[in-house]
């Protein structure tokens, strides 16, 4: 069956254009395949496309139409082919109003979706911070024990090397305080920017970033 589009000021039209100029039926969108004429319906201040005068025309979703000297964005008329089913006596403003809610939705779908990867990528960030923790414990407990063996060996020196070993200890601290310091300016909230004080699995439970409280997936 072919698809059409009516176009004009009343409101039995597909598409109603509330504006004096345009007539009652002012024209009609045929789809034919993928190719769309636009033909005249004998209105009384015409069918411009690309500035000339027709009566009937291919159209395409980039031609500039005006109908008399109201312009019509013509991908938006060609996509209520799209539509299950074209409705009837949708104004020209719906049409400009449904676009811009289509449009604000996907950019909401694009925003969710980088929000969701930048939080998956902290993953990594916290697995390494937990790792790097670890490192530098080791590191730790491994002069440890070995400050212990010597102690036992050679006890009159046991003060300066207790001294030492304490003296490694406090490096230790340093360092797990340095990579903490580092870890909690990478591992952030994509949303508010906040560190978020949670193990990575627990926030991927709830979905929400525990400072802000926002949907991260
Ligand atoms: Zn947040």
């Known amino acids: 069956m072919e698809q059409r589009i009516n176009i004009g000021r009343n409101k039995r039209n597909n598409v109603f254009i509330d504006y004096g100029k345009v007539s009652g039926n002012h024209c009609v969108i045929k789809k034919n395949g993928s190719e769309y004429i636009i033909e005249d319906l004998n209105s ?24 008399s000297d109201f312009e019509v964005n013509v991908t938006l008329l ?33 925003k969710k979706e980088s929000i969701k ?16 923790k670890k490192k530098i414990r080791r590191g730790d407990s491994i002069k440890k024990t070995g400050f212990r063996a010597l102690l036992l060996l050679i ?14 200890t406090n490096k230790t601290q340093d360092k797990l305080i340095d ?4 870890y909690k300016t990478e591992y952030i909230c994509p949303i508010c920017s906040k560190y978020m004080h949670e193990s990575f699995i627990n926030i991927k439970k709830s979905g929400k970033c525990p400072r802000c409280n926002k949907q991260l997936m």
């Open 117 to 132: 990867e930048e939080f998956l990528k902290l993953e990594e960030v916290y697995n390494q911070y937990i790792k790097d």
């Open 78 to 110: 060609l996509s209520l082919f799209d539509m299950p089913k074209i409705p009837i006596g949708m104004s020209y403003e719906q049409l400009l109003k449904r676009e811009g809610d289509l449009r604000k939705k996907q950019e909401e779908e694009k």
């Open 155 to 168: 006890p009159f020196v046991g003060n300066a090397l207790g001294a030492f070993f304490s003296g490694a």
């Open 44 to 67: 009384s201040n015409g069918v411009f496309l690309e500035g000339k005068r027709i009566k009937q025309a291919y159209v395409k979703a980039d031609s500039v139409l005006k109908l």
């Open 179 to 182: 990579r903490e310091e580092i």
